[in-house]
């Protein structure tokens, strides 16, 4: 099946053609229901669903605008960052002395840690 884009042009043209059909077939629905069940049901039926398009329509309307709204922070950051790449020079990686890895673990060592090294090498 292929795919068709809708403009906004179209999609206005196409909008009062779908109401129209589902405004029918709520209709057809919606006689079944009134002569089975009386009116209140279909009052609240209609009731519910308003309500229910109508928290759908919020909700979606609160995710675009975290999505712009999160778009244009991160704009903004890029280009901060876009104007600093300049600014700030890497600081150049200067080779480590080797040491010995024994070197090493002294450094490290706590006090009370070389103490039982020493105490340890004086029982070997």
């Known amino acids: 099946m292929p795919v068709s884009k809708t403009t906004k042009k179209t ?7 779908k109401d129209n059909q589902i405004s029918n077939k709520l209709a057809k629905v919606l006689d079944n ?3 089975q069940y009386g009116e ?10 308003e309500r229910t398009i109508s928290e759908f329509n919020d909700e979606v309307n609160e995710m675009i605008e975290e999505l712009q709204r999160r778009s244009l922070e991160r704009k903004e ?7 600093k790449r300049n600014e700030e020079e890497p600081e150049e990686v200067k ?3 080797k040491e010995t890895p024994a070197e090493t673990d002294v450094e490290e060592m706590s006090d009370w840690e070389k103490r039982l090294e020493m105490l340890d090498a004086k029982n070997r």
Not at 11 to 17: C, I, L
């Open 33 to 35: 229901i009134g002569s």
């Open 40 to 49: 209140s049901l279909q009052n609240e039926l209609m009731n519910r669903l």
């Open 95 to 97: 080779p480590e002395a």
């Open 11 to 17: 999609a206005d043209k196409k909008a009062p053609e």
């Open 77 to 83: 950051q890029l280009s901060t960052l876009w104007e």
